[in-house]
C-alpha cells in the first residue's frame, strides 16, 4: 500500500493567515492525489483533485500542487468557516489510501 | 449533482455481518463508480473499496476477506456488506461516488455510524 503523511497534524491559525498543509506519498503517484475538508460531525468534501484542480464551487482562496510524491494544499486568506480537518488521498493505486489528516484550529 | 444516503442497522453483534445499502437519487446510478469509506470515531478515513456499475470491484487488501460491494442498477442502490465484524469495525460507514479522471471522491453520504458490540 502507498502510505500517505501529512504534517503538521494540527496547527493553530489566525483568520487572514496564509496556511500551507504538506502531503507526502511514499512512492510517486504522479498527480493523483486528492484534498478534502471535514468538519465536526458532517462528512468530507472535495476541495482539490488531481494535485491542482480546483472543485467546482470551491473558493478560489484554496488551491494544491505538487506532484511525485510531495504535495502542499495551501490556503491563501483562512476565514472563519475553514477551520476543520483536511485529508490528502492518493488515488494512484488501490488501496486509495488517506493521511492522516491535518486540524486547523483557531489561535 | 447525485445525492446519497446511507441506511441499515446503527447496532450489530459481534462476529455478524454488517449490511449497508446506499440509495443515489439525482442521477443514474449506471455510470461512475461507487465506493465506500469507514472513519472510527475520532479516527482517520479508511478506503474500503468501489463497484462500477457493471460489478466489478475492488477491495481494500486489509478488508478483502470479509467485505462484498454489491449494486442494483434497478433501485440505484449499492450495498457492502462486512462480515465476521469487531469492536474495530465500529465506525461511521460512507458512500461516495468517484468521479472519472483522478478518481476523486467527489459526492458523499452524510454518513451512518455502525457499533459493534453485544
Known amino acids: 500500500d502507498i502510505q500517505m503523511t501529512q504534517s503538521p497534524s494540527s496547527l493553530s491559525a489566525s483568520v487572514g493567515d496564509r496556511v500551507t498543509i504538506t502531503c507526502r506519498a511514499s512512492?510517486?503517484?504522479?498527480?493523483?492525489l486528492n484534498w478534502y475538508q471535514q468538519k465536526p460531525g458532517k462528512a468530507p468534501k472535495l476541495l482539490i483533485y488531481a494535485a491542482s484542480s480546483l472543485q467546482s464551487g470551491v473558493a478560489s482562496r484554496f488551491s494544491g500542487s505538487g506532484s511525485g510524491t510531495d504535495f502542499t494544499l495551501t490556503i491563501s486568506s483562512l476565514q472563519p468557516e475553514d477551520f476543520a480537518t483536511y485529508f490528502c488521498q492518493q488515488a494512484y493505486s488501490t488501496p486509495h489510501t488517506f493521511g492522516q489528516g491535518t486540524k486547523v484550529e483557531i489561535k | 449533482q447525485v445525492q446519497l444516503q446511507e441506511s441499515g442497522p446503527g447496532l450489530v453483534k459481534p462476529s455478524e455481518t454488517l449490511s449497508l445499502t446506499c440509495s443515489v437519487s439525482?442521477?443514474?446510478?449506471?455510470?461512475?463508480?461507487w465506493s465506500w469509506i469507514r472513519q472510527p470515531p475520532g479516527k482517520g478515513l479508511e478506503w474500503i473499496g468501489f463497484?462500477?456499475?457493471?460489478?466489478?470491484?475492488n477491495y481494500n487488501p486489509s478488508l478483502k476477506s470479509r467485505v462484498t460491494i454489491s449494486v442494483d442498477t434497478s433501485k440505484n442502490q449499492f450495498s457492502l456488506n462486512l462480515s465476521s465484524v469487531t469492536a474495530a469495525d465500529t465506525a461511521v460507514y460512507y458512500c461516495?461516488?468517484?468521479?472519472?479522471?483522478?478518481?476523486?471522491?467527489?459526492?458523499w453520504g452524510q454518513g451512518t455510524l455502525v457499533t459493534v458490540s453485544s
Open positions: 461516495a461516488k468517484v468521479s472519472s479522471g483522478y478518481w476523486p471522491l467527489d459526492n
Open positions: 439525482g442521477g443514474s446510478i449506471s455510470r461512475y463508480y
Open positions: 463497484i462500477y456499475y457493471s460489478g466489478s470491484t
Open positions: 512512492q510517486s503517484i504522479r498527480n493523483y
